[in-house]
């Protein structure tokens, strides 16, 4: 499984992107896609994840404004991202979880997504 990710950039306090991870597979052959950041100094967390059932979980930090979705006829799934803060600055990453033919997970390489004040 290979990800593709894209849509990172500068954006000022209050503003909004989108972040899109392309998948080299069909999501049905994805139990979980996630999104990932990591800012200087600081571990790996998880922004958000969506199942290939269709339900999603959000960080206590994006809730009410970050919305992760997917498009199953474009194997992608988008991270939209509003109200951006200085603190959402950092690298994001996809995640790819399966279970099927045998547990294993993928990563994309990441996208900077750069808020300023």
């Known amino acids: 499984v290979q990800l593709q990710a894209s849509g990172g950039g500068l954006v000022q306090a209050g503003g909004s992107l989108r972040l899109s991870c392309a998948a080299s597979?069909?999501?049905?052959?994805?139990?979980?896609m996630g999104w990932y950041r990591q800012a200087p100094g600081k571990q790996r967390e998880l922004v958000a994840a969506?199942?290939?059932?269709?339900?999603?979980n959000y960080a206590d930090s994006v809730k009410g404004r970050f919305t992760i979705s997917g498009d199953n006829a474009k194997n992608t799934v988008y991270l939209q991202m509003n109200s951006l803060k200085p603190e959402d600055t950092a690298v994001y990453y996809c995640?790819?979880?399966?279970?099927?033919?045998?547990?294993?997970?993928?990563w994309g390489q990441g996208t900077l997504v750069t808020v300023s004040s």
């Open positions: 597979v069909s999501l049905f052959s994805i139990n979980t």
């Open positions: 969506i199942t290939n059932g269709g339900s999603t």
């Open positions: 995640k790819a979880d399966r279970l099927f033919p045998r547990p294993s997970n993928y």
